[in-house]
Protein backbone atom coordinates (compact mmCIF):
# COMPACT_ATOMS: atom_id res chain seq x y z
CA UNK A 1 0.00 0.00 0.00
CA UNK A 2 1.74 3.35 -1.18
CA UNK A 3 1.35 6.01 1.87
CA UNK A 4 -1.04 8.47 2.00
CA UNK A 5 -1.16 12.37 1.74
CA UNK A 6 -3.05 13.25 5.63
CA UNK A 7 -4.81 15.93 5.73
CA UNK A 8 -6.38 16.78 9.49
CA UNK A 9 -8.84 20.10 10.30
CA UNK A 10 -10.07 20.28 13.51
CA UNK A 11 -13.83 22.26 13.85
CA UNK A 12 -14.71 23.86 17.21
CA UNK A 13 -17.76 26.22 18.18
CA UNK A 14 -18.53 27.15 22.07
CA UNK A 15 -22.12 26.63 23.21
CA UNK A 16 -24.70 29.95 21.72
CA UNK A 17 -24.61 32.55 24.42
CA UNK A 18 -20.26 30.79 25.85
CA UNK A 19 -17.25 32.35 25.11
CA UNK A 20 -14.35 30.49 24.09
CA UNK A 21 -13.19 30.92 27.65
CA UNK A 22 -16.23 28.45 28.60
CA UNK A 23 -15.07 25.62 25.73
CA UNK A 24 -15.10 22.74 27.54
CA UNK A 25 -14.43 20.17 24.68
CA UNK A 26 -11.03 19.03 23.48
CA UNK A 27 -9.02 17.70 20.14
CA UNK A 28 -5.81 16.65 19.76
CA UNK A 29 -3.84 15.09 16.45
CA UNK A 30 -0.89 13.45 15.62
CA UNK A 31 0.04 12.59 11.88
CA UNK A 32 3.26 12.61 10.93
CA UNK A 33 4.46 9.48 11.89
CA UNK A 34 2.80 5.91 11.99
CA UNK A 35 0.76 5.05 13.52
CA UNK A 36 -1.41 8.02 13.12
CA UNK A 37 -3.92 9.12 16.02
CA UNK A 38 -6.44 11.57 16.82
CA UNK A 39 -8.42 12.02 19.92
CA UNK A 40 -11.72 14.22 20.95
CA UNK A 41 -13.21 14.91 24.45
CA UNK A 42 -16.01 16.27 26.01
CA UNK A 43 -15.64 17.62 29.46
CA UNK A 44 -18.70 17.24 31.68
CA UNK A 45 -20.01 21.05 32.80
CA UNK A 46 -21.26 19.88 35.92
CA UNK A 47 -17.47 19.70 37.29
CA UNK A 48 -14.98 22.41 37.88
CA UNK A 49 -12.35 22.79 35.16
CA UNK A 50 -13.80 20.32 32.97
CA UNK A 51 -12.09 22.17 29.58
CA UNK A 52 -8.75 21.85 30.81
CA UNK A 53 -9.45 18.07 32.31
CA UNK A 54 -10.96 17.15 28.68
CA UNK A 55 -7.63 18.74 26.80
CA UNK A 56 -5.37 16.60 29.21
CA UNK A 57 -7.16 13.45 28.43
CA UNK A 58 -7.12 13.87 24.28
CA UNK A 59 -3.63 14.82 25.04
CA UNK A 60 -2.33 12.06 26.62
CA UNK A 61 -4.18 9.51 24.60
CA UNK A 62 -2.63 10.89 21.41
CA UNK A 63 1.22 11.46 23.23
CA UNK A 64 1.13 7.60 24.13
CA UNK A 65 -1.14 6.10 20.56
CA UNK A 66 -3.46 5.14 23.07
CA UNK A 67 -5.68 3.27 21.69
CA UNK A 68 -5.86 -0.05 23.06
CA UNK A 69 -7.69 -0.97 26.95
CA UNK A 70 -4.08 -1.40 28.71
CA UNK A 71 -2.34 1.58 27.57
CA UNK A 72 -5.88 3.99 27.61
CA UNK A 73 -5.58 3.11 31.36
CA UNK A 74 -1.75 4.17 31.61
CA UNK A 75 -2.72 7.22 29.85
CA UNK A 76 -5.16 8.16 32.09
CA UNK A 77 -3.13 7.31 35.04
CA UNK A 78 -0.69 10.15 34.16
CA UNK A 79 -3.24 12.59 32.78
CA UNK A 80 -4.71 12.38 36.32
CA UNK A 81 -1.25 12.79 38.54
CA UNK A 82 -0.78 15.82 35.50
CA UNK A 83 -4.17 16.91 36.74
CA UNK A 84 -3.74 17.32 40.54
CA UNK A 85 -0.36 19.40 40.05
CA UNK A 86 -2.30 21.65 37.73
CA UNK A 87 -5.56 22.10 39.68
CA UNK A 88 -3.27 22.81 42.61
CA UNK A 89 -1.59 25.97 40.99
CA UNK A 90 -5.14 26.83 39.69
CA UNK A 91 -6.68 27.03 42.85
CA UNK A 92 -3.97 28.35 44.94
CA UNK A 93 -5.62 31.76 45.03
CA UNK A 94 -8.89 30.75 44.67
CA UNK A 95 -11.80 30.90 47.17
CA UNK A 96 -11.73 27.51 49.64
CA UNK A 97 -14.99 27.01 48.05
CA UNK A 98 -13.23 26.24 44.18
CA UNK A 99 -10.47 24.16 46.23
CA UNK A 100 -13.54 21.90 47.49
CA UNK A 101 -15.31 21.61 44.11
CA UNK A 102 -12.14 20.95 42.59
CA UNK A 103 -11.70 18.15 44.81
CA UNK A 104 -14.44 16.51 43.59
CA UNK A 105 -12.95 16.09 40.45
CA UNK A 106 -13.49 16.65 36.80
CA UNK A 107 -14.97 14.38 34.29
CA UNK A 108 -14.95 13.84 30.63
CA UNK A 109 -16.08 11.53 27.82
CA UNK A 110 -13.05 10.07 25.39
CA UNK A 111 -12.43 8.89 21.89
CA UNK A 112 -9.51 7.84 20.20
CA UNK A 113 -8.45 7.02 16.43
CA UNK A 114 -5.21 5.37 15.62
CA UNK A 115 -4.31 4.91 11.73
CA UNK A 116 -1.74 1.92 11.29
CA UNK A 117 0.63 1.90 8.35
CA UNK A 118 -0.44 -1.60 7.01
CA UNK A 119 -4.21 -0.28 6.33
CA UNK A 120 -5.31 -0.84 10.26
CA UNK A 121 -6.99 1.18 12.22
CA UNK A 122 -8.04 1.12 15.70
CA UNK A 123 -10.33 2.82 18.18
CA UNK A 124 -10.67 3.08 21.71
CA UNK A 125 -14.26 4.72 23.38
CA UNK A 126 -15.32 5.82 26.61
CA UNK A 127 -18.68 7.49 26.62
CA UNK A 128 -20.41 9.44 24.13
CA UNK A 129 -18.00 10.85 21.45
CA UNK A 130 -18.38 9.14 18.05
CA UNK A 131 -16.31 7.80 15.14
CA UNK A 132 -17.56 7.99 11.55
CA UNK A 133 -15.53 6.18 8.57
CA UNK A 134 -16.32 7.55 5.08
CA UNK A 135 -15.52 6.14 2.08
CA UNK A 136 -17.02 7.20 -1.49
CA UNK A 137 -18.93 9.70 -0.16
CA UNK A 138 -21.04 6.99 2.13
CA UNK A 139 -21.39 5.95 5.05
CA UNK A 140 -19.02 2.99 6.31
CA UNK A 141 -19.52 3.02 10.14
CA UNK A 142 -20.59 5.15 12.74
CA UNK A 143 -19.31 3.89 16.46
CA UNK A 144 -19.77 3.11 19.63
CA UNK A 145 -23.50 4.85 18.10
CA UNK A 146 -25.34 4.17 15.28
CA UNK A 147 -28.50 5.89 16.29
CA UNK A 148 -29.63 9.39 17.81
CA UNK A 149 -31.49 7.55 20.24
CA UNK A 150 -28.30 5.81 21.36
CA UNK A 151 -27.36 8.85 23.55
CA UNK A 152 -28.38 9.34 27.22
CA UNK A 153 -27.57 12.06 29.79
CA UNK A 154 -25.75 10.07 31.60
CA UNK A 155 -22.87 8.56 29.80
CA UNK A 156 -20.02 6.86 30.83
CA UNK A 157 -17.04 9.70 32.04
CA UNK A 158 -13.24 9.22 32.58
CA UNK A 159 -12.74 11.04 36.50
CA UNK A 160 -9.79 13.16 37.29
CA UNK A 161 -9.74 11.14 40.75
CA UNK A 162 -7.19 8.36 40.55
CA UNK A 163 -9.56 6.75 43.44
CA UNK A 164 -12.38 6.36 40.68
CA UNK A 165 -12.22 3.37 38.62
CA UNK A 166 -11.75 3.89 34.92
CA UNK A 167 -15.30 2.81 33.20
CA UNK A 168 -14.19 -0.32 30.64
CA UNK A 169 -13.61 1.58 27.83
CA UNK A 170 -14.93 -0.40 24.11
CA UNK A 171 -12.62 -0.78 21.26
CA UNK A 172 -13.10 -1.32 17.22
CA UNK A 173 -11.01 -2.04 14.63
CA UNK A 174 -11.06 -2.45 10.91
CA UNK A 175 -8.99 -1.50 7.86
CA UNK A 176 -8.93 1.45 5.87
CA UNK A 177 -8.24 2.18 2.32
CA UNK A 178 -6.34 5.70 0.45
CA UNK A 179 -9.16 8.51 0.03
CA UNK A 180 -11.26 7.20 2.98
CA UNK A 181 -12.20 10.15 5.65
CA UNK A 182 -12.74 9.79 9.58
CA UNK A 183 -14.59 11.97 11.37
CA UNK A 184 -14.38 12.15 15.48
CA UNK A 185 -17.05 14.55 16.94
CA UNK A 186 -18.18 15.24 20.51
CA UNK A 187 -21.97 14.08 21.47
CA UNK A 188 -23.59 17.21 20.28
CA UNK A 189 -22.39 16.95 16.76
CA UNK A 190 -22.14 13.58 16.70
CA UNK A 191 -25.82 12.96 17.61
CA UNK A 192 -26.90 15.43 14.78
CA UNK A 193 -24.98 13.87 12.47
CA UNK A 194 -26.72 10.80 13.12
CA UNK A 195 -30.23 12.13 13.30
CA UNK A 196 -33.05 11.85 10.56
CA UNK A 197 -33.48 15.53 10.62
CA UNK A 198 -30.07 16.12 8.25
CA UNK A 199 -32.58 15.93 5.16
CA UNK A 200 -32.42 17.62 1.92
CA UNK A 201 -35.36 20.14 3.69
CA UNK A 202 -32.88 21.27 5.90
CA UNK A 203 -30.43 24.14 5.03
CA UNK A 204 -27.95 22.69 7.04
CA UNK A 205 -27.98 19.11 5.27
CA UNK A 206 -24.78 17.80 3.86
CA UNK A 207 -22.75 14.35 3.18
CA UNK A 208 -20.28 13.15 5.59
CA UNK A 209 -17.43 13.65 2.94
CA UNK A 210 -18.16 17.37 2.23
CA UNK A 211 -16.38 17.59 6.29
CA UNK A 212 -13.66 16.85 4.47
CA UNK A 213 -13.62 20.19 2.71
CA UNK A 214 -14.70 22.48 5.31
CA UNK A 215 -13.00 25.40 6.88
CA UNK A 216 -13.69 26.75 9.94
CA UNK A 217 -16.02 29.21 8.94
CA UNK A 218 -17.92 26.45 7.34
CA UNK A 219 -18.29 24.36 10.27
CA UNK A 220 -19.65 27.93 12.57
CA UNK A 221 -22.01 28.42 9.71
CA UNK A 222 -23.61 25.43 9.62
CA UNK A 223 -23.44 24.71 13.29
CA UNK A 224 -25.06 28.05 13.87
CA UNK A 225 -28.08 27.17 11.05
CA UNK A 226 -28.41 23.58 12.68
CA UNK A 227 -29.13 25.43 16.10
CA UNK A 228 -31.59 27.81 15.11
CA UNK A 229 -33.86 24.70 13.00
CA UNK A 230 -33.55 22.90 16.24
CA UNK A 231 -31.70 20.20 14.88
CA UNK A 232 -28.59 20.61 16.89
CA UNK A 233 -28.49 20.76 20.63
CA UNK A 234 -26.69 23.26 21.91
CA UNK A 235 -23.67 22.49 23.50
CA UNK A 236 -19.33 22.80 22.81
CA UNK A 237 -19.40 21.41 18.77
CA UNK A 238 -16.12 19.88 18.23
CA UNK A 239 -15.50 17.78 14.72
CA UNK A 240 -11.42 16.35 14.01
CA UNK A 241 -11.69 15.47 10.31
CA UNK A 242 -8.89 13.05 8.88
CA UNK A 243 -8.49 12.17 5.08
CA UNK A 244 -6.55 9.83 3.89
CA UNK A 245 -5.33 10.90 0.18
CA UNK A 246 -3.46 9.49 -2.66
CA UNK A 247 0.23 10.51 -2.19
CA UNK A 248 1.31 13.18 -4.78
CA UNK A 249 4.88 11.23 -4.86
CA UNK A 250 4.89 7.55 -5.18
CA UNK A 251 8.50 7.19 -3.52
CA UNK A 252 7.24 9.13 0.18
CA UNK A 253 7.26 6.57 2.57
CA UNK A 254 6.01 9.18 5.27
CA UNK A 255 2.80 10.68 5.92
CA UNK A 256 2.54 14.41 6.31
CA UNK A 257 0.27 17.12 7.80
Same mark, same amino acid.
Given at each position: ? @??? &??????????????? /???????? $?????????????? !??????????????????????????????????????? &? /???????????????????????? /?? $?????????? %??????????????????????????????? %???? =?????? @??? &?????? @????????????????? /??? $????????????????? @????? !??? !????????????????????? =? %?????????? =?????? !???????
Amino acid at each position: M @SSP &SVDHRVFAVSRAGHG /AAEYEDAA $AVAVKDWPLCAAVA !DGATESVFAGAWAERLARGLVERRATTADLLHEAVAEAQ &S /AWRATVRDRTEEEPWYMSAKAAEG /AF $AALLGLSLHA %DGRWRAVSVGDCCLFHVRDGALVQGWPFDSP %DSFS =NRPALI @SSR &SDQDLP @SPESISGTWRLRDTFLL /ATD $AVAAWLLGDEMSETSEA @SFGLS !DAA !DWNQEDFRRIVETAREEGTLR =N %DDATLLVIRL =NEAPDT !DQHAPRS
